[in-house]
């Protein structure tokens, strides 16, 4: 019995791999032929349930991912059937699942050959414009990262409902919509290329630095948006800014296991271990920064943030950090996509290159402005500028401010620590 239990239990392990594997390129194959997210999606769940049944006493085929798609193309097949009620139009529906057949005759090679291509209209599909950002986020982390609508809510710290309605939202608001299954072309194609690149970034920022819960990072989420990045690297070779994505993603990356202590702890830039960074990661960064400037094209605000997380990248202490490049690629930046937060690290910059009073008169006008009230890494910044220029006890104000502000327990506790270091007149290094 228990021999059987340790098969039983392996076989779905495996099946749980294959499916995060095989389930982006199952969905888009699907969509592809019944141009309906929402339905490929159940088509592919009820090949997974069928998987979970036959496959451990079957054993798993040779070719799972070719089993899964013919069985999910019968359910397909059942499916249109069903829900005829015509028999005129059910022949009208056979003769098109028919031409369907005949212009796709082999479902497992359609699978392989057009896989590129099907990848590249879920991606967009899934974060078409027509969806609010978090639609977005969960669509596309249930579509192409292979997530449940339970690993989603945790990842997110939201409630598990909230996640399933955006995504049951998501999929009728693109029926609704009429969103075609489809990669844009001409002017279209940039903004929404700029749509993806937004939603692989914003899930690669939240496993890099939570912004909520007890954890200072959530790494699986790091490793879902950097193999999206990957693929659409691979789909869209000739476009510098995916490659920039790829860059900056991978070059921060690097420094994961450097930036957290045994406890859980944040370690921040000047206090990390360098020789705790990832070569690798870092290699395969600069190669992929390498491609983008290649390409030749205008540079866009994810290769310039790839530029200078480079310049950290390629320092082997903090010392010997390329400053002021850093502030003119922050100015580039600024000129590009102008924003507040841009000019906060601008300012951060400018006080490590030119001393810590010009970055605090740029941190003082954006505290006028008020854009980034409610912006917990705008005190800390300050304090830290404070502290710097031998005034702790305002320096101490501001980490407080900060903790109060930030949602995030592990960084909510450091920036208390700072704060106490300050009544206590600690003389730290200060961290980047």
């Keep these: 019995m228990s021999s059987v239990a340790v098969t039983a239990t392996d076989t779905h392990r495996a099946i749980d791999a294959i499916w995060r594997i095989e389930s982006p390129r199952l969905i888009a194959g699907l969509a592809r032929i019944v141009r309906d997210i929402g339905l490929a999606e159940d088509l592919a769940q009820d090949a997974l349930v069928a998987a979970l049944e036959q496959w451990p006493a079957a054993g798993i085929p040779d070719n799972p991912g070719a089993w899964l798609m013919a069985t999910a193309k019968h359910r397909a097949i059942d499916h249109f059937r069903r829900n005829t009620r015509i028999e005129r139009k059910h022949e009208e ?11 796709v005759p082999d479902f497992d090679a359609a699978l392989d050959d057009d896989v590129g291509d099907d990848l590249l209209r879920l991606i967009f599909t899934a974060c ?15 579509l192409l990262g292979g997530l449940t609508t339970q690993e989603i809510a945790r990842a997110f710290l939201v409630p598990e409902p909230t996640v399933a309605q955006r995504i049951v939202r998501s999929k009728r608001t693109l029926v609704e919509k009429r969103v075609p299954f489809e990669v844009p072309r001409g002017a ?41 990045g990957r693929i659409l690297a691979e789909l869209s070779p000739q476009s510098p800014e995916v490659h920039g994505l790829v860059a900056l993603m991978e070059i921060q990356a690097s420094r994961s296991k450097a930036r957290v202590g045994p ?4 370690i921040l830039l000047f206090y990390q271990n360098r020789a705790h960074w990832d070569q690798l990661l870092i ?41 002021p490049r850093i502030v003119t690629l922050y100015g580039a930046l600024a000129q590009i996509a102008p924003s507040p937060i841009v000019e906060l690290n601008r300012a951060v ?13 740029i941190v003082d006008a954006l505290a006028a402005e008020g854009s980034l009230e409610k912006y917990h890494l705008l005190p ?38 700072r704060a106490r270091a300050c009544a206590a007149g600690s003389t730290l290094p200060e961290p980047q």
């Design 263 to 266: 406890s859980g702890e944040p």
């Design 349 to 361: 910059a400018v006080a490590m290159a030119f001393g810590p009073a010009a970055g605090l008169e």
């Design 380 to 417: 800390s910044v300050r304090g830290d500028l404070l502290k710097k220029l031998s005034r702790p006890g305002e320096a101490r104000v501001e980490f407080e401010r900060a903790a109060a502000l930030t949602r995030n327990a592990r960084e909510r506790e450091l920036l208390l620590e």
């Design 93 to 103: 529906l056979g003769r098109e699942l028919e031409k369907k057949e005949m212009a």
């Design 188 to 228: 279209e194609l940039s903004a929404r290329l700029s749509s993806v690149l937004e939603v692989i970034y914003l899930i690669f920022n939240e496993g890099y630095s939570a912004t909520a819960g007890d954890d200072w990072m959530r790494p699986a989420l790091c490793e879902d948006a950097l193999r999206l």
């Design 128 to 142: 078409h414009p027509v969806l609010p950002t978090e639609a977005r986020v969960a669509l596309t982390l249930r």
């Design 283 to 323: 290699r395969r960064g600069l190669a992929a920064l390498g491609h983008a400037e290649k390409l030749g094209a205008a540079q866009g605000p994810y290769v310039l943030q790839a530029k200078i997380a480079a310049c950290h990248a390629r320092a082997r202490t903090p010392e010997e950090t390329d400053w």
